[in-house]
């Protein structure tokens, strides 16, 4: 089944609101009035892409029972908090703004969608499992969609999404690891599609039941994921719901001598705008093509300001703002920032 392209966005049917529960931080409360850096901060173009960061990074939100979290256009951080069950919004300067559903939210991926200035979450309400995303007024959460609406079909919102992702259409991409398979939401149409199978096999993948990473390359909407064991990363194209191997660590000695190729969920696997695909693993964060063929290290044996040198990673996601500056989530440390050094800009008249 081939998949749909990229949809234009429009404004989507009137929602199924919950209620929402908001508390603020009044000893670090800050101005949550959205600021733009200096000019010397220019956003990066379509055709500019950042290939080398600080080996030091500054803590952002450092202690805590965290899982996901995702950076909005203003350099803040949101974040679940298991040990609250809340979802929290900290600054970059380390302090907490705001914190929401305080005791009832659950553990779910989280992304940020730029063109829409929105959050974007699975959440369960009264049994009902939908996505949702929380705008820039940060009223009330927008129920985007859920079980019970005309036309869901056969592709259930489960309680818990492991990977979330939305392109600049408004499509949405849902990694639901319990079925190892993505489902892909067009824009104001609730039957999902079914756009990568983890059970699908060809001579290249064998099949997998262990997904859990998820990104998408916006170029061309292609869809990339990360087996358990491996590292492996399969490519999945409009063409086919079965993945293609580009990546094994297992076999690529030379370049992952220093990884262990072992079950493990603490590796994280995010694209950048031009395709590349940026590879966490216990060791290192690697850089390498759409294609696979090329990887360099671009962080090894990080620290942060306040401490050495950290050789024992417990990465779990990444993600960039909008300046390329990479962000990580190390669950034994919290969310760290890494800013850019160096930026490749391709030349759009070749």
């Known amino acids: 089944l081939k998949r749909p392209e990229p949809s234009i966005p429009t404004t989507p049917s009137k929602p199924m609101i919950p209620s929402i529960s908001t508390t603020t931080n009044p000893n670090n409360l800050i101005n949550s009035t959205p600021t733009r850096t200096n000019g010397s901060e220019t956003p990066l173009s379509e055709y500019c892409f950042p290939v080398r960061w600080e080996s030091i990074g500054d803590e952002i939100v450092s202690q805590g029972n965290y899982r996901s979290f995702t950076v909005d256009d203003d350099f803040n951080v949101y974040v679940i908090n298991a040990g609250r ?4 919004k900290w600054s970059f300067s380390n302090k907490l703004i705001q914190r929401y559903f305080d005791g009832n939210f659950g553990d779910t991926a989280l992304f940020y969608h730029s063109l829409s ?3 974007y979450f699975c959440y369960t309400w009264e049994e009902d499992s939908g996505i949702y995303r929380l705008d820039g007024n940060h009223s ?26 939305v392109n ?10 319990s079925r190892s398979h993505v489902i892909e939401w067009t824009v104001n149409n609730p039957t999902g599609i079914l756009v990568a199978d983890g059970y699908g ?16 390359n916006e170029i061309d909407n292609t869809i990339y994921l990360m087996d358990q064991i491996g590292p492996r990363i399969l490519k999945f194209t409009n063409s086919s719901t079965t993945g293609t191997v580009i990546f ?38 690697s850089l390498l093509t759409s294609d696979g063929k090329f990887n360099v290290t671009i962080l090894k044996d990080y620290r942060t300001r306040e401490e050495k ?20 989530f190390d669950a034994g440390r919290g969310v760290l920032k890494f800013n850019r050094t160096f930026t490749t800009c391709t030349n759009t008249n070749s």
């Open 85 to 88: 069950q809340s979802l929290e």
């Open 309 to 328: 040198t950290i050789s024992n990673y417990l990465l779990e996601e990444m993600t960039f703002d909008r300046l390329g500056n990479l962000y990580i």
């Open 168 to 177: 600049s259409g408004g499509d949405i991409f849902v990694l639901f690891r």
């Open 248 to 285: 094994d660590g297992t076999t690529k000695k030379e370049i992952f001598s220093d990884v262990q190729s072992t079950s493990n969920y603490d590796w994280a696997l995010i694209a950048d705008k031009t395709g590349n695909i940026i590879l966490a693993t216990t060791e290192k964060i």
């Open 201 to 216: 096999s060809d001579s290249t993948t064998g099949g997998t039941g262990s997904l859990n990473a998820l990104t998408v």
């Open 117 to 119: 200035q929105s959050l």
């Open 140 to 165: 009330k959460p927008v129920n985007v969609l859920n079980n019970t609406m005309s036309g869901i079909g056969q592709y259930r919102i489960e309680s818990k999404c492991d990977g979330l992702y």
